[in-house]
């Protein structure tokens, strides 16, 4: 049988196992540790999968489900598809990349990241960059920081991931709720989350050279 | 004589070789077509469309992508022939 490994995210070092919905229909996630640092993997045939829809979801579902395990933990996400030889090959990962994995999850300490997408209902009838603005407004309060994602659609007037400290969420939803009663006739609102903060950390990791 | 003709041939042929690329990219232009899939999506989650309507959608739009995505890897693998 295959030792393949499918990484997901890391976490500051702590044994975890769960159920997962997973990567190529994975049914355990555990993790492989690298002194203080620990890896959630779950087990694959292979070190290349194929990026189909069904498996990006499952990939940020699993995170999903560690960032709000028992009383949560804060996750740096690895993008879709790293799978690697076996466990040894990780460990050797974690270890080239241990000060910029050991950097971001400080960064991100407590952090979660919210998604949140505003389509216009009545083009015509609304100024866009009035609304824009004081939507940004009311979020920018009570976030961290925050990416401006791609508009790729006319009617999407914004589209932006926030860094959330997770103790403030709630005030996070409030504002959310506060914008949709103040423009129920002119905007939709799609407030996605929590996710690991895939758009405030950035790790490049060299698979290849580690013997992927 | 030959290089009159040349001379009003050539810039009738490049405005049509102009007008034929930017046809073929927009007929072809894979990013608009992976934006209008992001909307089909977004609009369904939001109950702006409805699932039949998405699906439809959906379908069309990754078929023409899968053309487009053959169309465009044809074409520059021609011009690496040319080169």
Known sequence: ?212 | MLLIDDLLIRPFISLVEIIQNMALDEMYDTEKIRDELKENQLLFELGERSESEYRQTKEKLETQLKLADEIRSQMSSKVEIKQ
């Open chain 1, 1 to 212: 049988m295959s030792e393949n490994l499918y990484t997901y995210g890391i976490i500051e070092q702590e044994d975890i196992q769960m159920d997962i919905e997973g990567v190529q229909d994975a049914e355990t996630l555990y993790t492989v540790d690298y002194r203080t640092l620990s890896a959630l993997v779950s087990e694959i045939d292979t070190t290349e999968p194929e990026r189909t829809d069904e498996d990006v979801q499952r990939h940020n579902r699993v995170l999903q489900q560690v960032l709000e395990f028992e009383d949560g933990r804060t996750v740096v996400p690895m993008s879709f598809g790293m799978a690697f030889k076996n466990s040894r090959t990780i460990k050797g990962v974690i270890r080239g990349a241990r000060r910029a994995l050991r950097s971001a999850l400080n960064d991100i300490d407590g952090m979660i990241e919210l998604g949140v997408k505003v389509i216009t209902i009545q083009e015509d009838t609304i100024n866009e960059g009035e609304l824009r603005n004081d939507i940004v407004e009311q979020l920018s309060a009570v976030s961290v920081n925050e990416t401006e994602n791609d508009l790729f659609s006319d009617r999407l007037i914004l589209n932006k991931s926030y860094l959330v400290d997770r103790s403030n969420r709630s005030e996070f939803d409030e504002a959310i709720e506060a914008i949709e009663s103040t423009h129920t006739d002119s905007v939709k609102i799609q407030y996605t989350g929590p996710w690991a903060p895939y758009n405030f950390v950035d790790i490049h990791i060299g698979a290849e050279q580690s013997g992927r």
